[in-house]
């Protein structure tokens, strides 16, 4: 009786022990799965070795045409000729080495998708079918989690941006006016009406109007760099948000940003000419954003009102900084 109670807890005994261990895995795999929704897509190599040696692995290795781009564990313990032979997508490869050292190892070796990067386990025991199936899960996991991390980037991305222009569209653009126009401090909005681009279509059919779009919206984009938002609203309108600092001299801004949208438009061999007609508000917030807008664009109907291919500065006091315009 005693030795079949032995026996019995020592059964048991296992079974919580090997438990335990799968319960670990399962942490391991998933605690390297949220890493991976936040890392960048070159981090998935170094996350998934590094929860290699969390699974148990005595060092962990990944490659890339034959050549180790990273390890963790111990340095040197993987045999460089095993690494010549790439691993397959899906499988794990389970084979034994001699170090130089005279010691017998193991290695389980899976392929990551996503980075084409294989990931080797190394340990001075031989290895299971439970660590092999940990590790591929690992690998598995991480991929997906990343996938889905840049699946979601991309949806955000199409939400956020016009997608022929790639600018922010308009719903994005009234989101980041709305939080700067909270703050305390300078902020402007430049409002860009293109002159005479219906011609553009009536003249030449909307394919050449998208790819004439296009151009522009790059050339915006490009004046404004990191120091503003670029946004297309619609059509043939766009806006710029300056916060800070730069909207101190959006007047000046929009006078260079007339000069910088002036000139030929190279379309399918066509040279079709490009203007806008702009308007600027400069305040200090708290403000409305609202009444921003409404003042820019109030601004962009005086350009057209003068001309066009001109930038206006809607003020009822005074001319802001660096401005000679006025719109009322």
């Excluded at 605690?31 to 692995?57: K, Q």
């Excluded at 199936?133 to 199409?158: C, F, G, I, K």
């Excluded at 994005?172 to 409002?191: M, N």
């Amino acid at each position: 009786l005693a030795r079949w109670l032995q026996e019995g807890w020592r059964t048991q005994s296992e079974m919580t022990t090997s438990a335990e261990r799968r319960i670990e895995r399962l942490a391991t795999i998933e605690s390297a799965a949220r890493a991976m929704r936040t890392e960048s897509s070159e981090g998935i190599t170094t996350i998934c070795i590094d929860h290699a040696v969390r699974l148990g692995f005595y060092a962990a290795t990944a490659t890339k045409g034959g050549q180790v781009i990273a390890a963790a564990g111990r340095e040197g313990f993987a045999p460089a000729e095993s690494f010549e032979t790439e691993a397959s997508y899906g499988e794990v490869h389970i084979t034994r080495w001699l170090h130089s050292a005279g010691n017998e190892l193991h290695c389980a070796r899976t392929l990551e998708p996503f980075s084409k990067t294989t990931i080797a386990g190394w340990s001075t025991e031989a290895i299971d079918d439970a660590t092999a199936h940990a590790l591929h899960d690992l690998v598995a996991n991480t991929t997906s989690a990343m996938e889905a991390a840049h699946h979601l980037e991309r949806v955000r991305h199409q939400a956020t941006h016009d997608p022929l222009t790639d600018l922010v569209n308009r719903t994005q653009f009234h989101r980041h006016l709305d939080r700067a126009a909270e703050r305390p401090e300078p902020i402007a909005v430049i409002y860009i009406d293109l002159d005479n681009f219906k011609a553009v279509n009536d003249n030449h059919g909307h394919d050449v109007g998208d790819k004439f779009l296009i151009v522009v919206a790059r050339r915006i984009g490009s004046a404004v760099g990191d120091h503003g938002l670029a946004a297309r609203l619609g059509g043939d309108e766009f806006a710029i948000l300056l916060t800070g600092p730069p909207a101190r001299y959006a007047g000046q801004f929009g006078q260079d940003l007339a000069a910088v949208l002036r000139g030929a438009v190279a379309v399918d061999g066509l040279e079709l000419p490009a203007s806008a007609s702009i308007g600027v508000t400069i305040a200090t917030g708290p403000v409305d954003p609202a009444e921003l807008v409404k003042q820019a664009d109030t601004a962009a109907y005086a350009a057209k009102a003068a001309g066009r291919d001109n930038a206006q500065i809607f003020n009822n006091h005074r001319d802001p900084p660096g401005t000679g315009h006025k719109a009322h």
